[in-house]
């Protein structure tokens, strides 16, 4: 039998990654020099082709993709990387290999944007541009990036950034909520009450 060792967990991120990106791996213990930085298209994007020769080159040398995070709204330029891409090559490349990741959102300063995408009137209905349609209507390539925020399997959204509340307000919003649980400690004191919905309990 051979023992293959891996050469560590990674995490690929765009160029254009928050500082607290490489905080969160280093406090992980991932470390913040296993989260991999791809670089950017001249649109200021992720390049998804660096991005995949990238998760190739991880598969080669037997590193576990922990993650793959793109940016949707960077805070500097507001630039959105290829969400539908990056979900297309893990979707149908990757998985009919059995290679796995997750997709991460940090949406934490254009995630309000998605509001853009409903109707006032229609109670989060997926109709495009709410009358009166704002001024400068967020663009084609833009509007699929974010209709696919709801694919992702983790999303940042920080409402003191677009939503205008107090710093420091923060949400980590789960597809699956049993990701949750694998990294969930419970405080014993509070809302211990077994009736309560689970995901309402604060002090998870
Ligand atoms: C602000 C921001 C974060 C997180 O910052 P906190 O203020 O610590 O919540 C992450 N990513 C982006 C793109 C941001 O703009």
């Not at 576990?64 to 979707?91: C, H, N, Q, Y």
Request: net charge negative.
């Amino acid at each position: 039998m051979t023992l293959v060792l891996s050469c560590g967990n990674v995490i690929f991120v765009p160029g254009s990654q928050h500082y607290s990106l490489p905080k969160g791996a280093a406090i992980l213990g991932i470390g913040a020099d296993n989260m991999k930085s791809i670089p950017l298209d001249i649109y200021g994007r992720m390049d998804s082709d660096k991005l995949e020769a990238a998760i190739d080159a991880a598969i080669d040398a037997n590193q576990p993709i922990v993650a793959v995070v793109a940016v949707i709204g960077s805070t500097e330029e507001g630039t959105v990387d290829p969400l539908e891409k990056i979900l297309e090559l893990r979707d149908q490349k990757y998985r009919s290999k059995d290679i796995e990741f997750a997709v991460h959102v940090d949406a934490a300063w254009g995630g309000y944007f998605a509001s853009l995408l409903r109707d006032a009137s229609s109670d989060g209905a997926r109709q495009r541009f709410s009358t009166p349609a704002p001024v400068l209507p967020m663009s084609t390539y833009v509007t699929t990036q974010y209709e696919n925020l709801g694919r992702a399997d983790t999303i940042t959204v920080d409402p003191h950034k677009t939503g205008y509340l107090p710093y420091p307000a923060g949400a980590l919003c789960y597809r699956n909520i049993a990701m949750r649980s694998l990294i969930a400690f419970e405080a014993p004191y509070i809302n211990s009450d077994p009736s309560e919905k689970e995901e309402l309990i604060l002090g998870t």
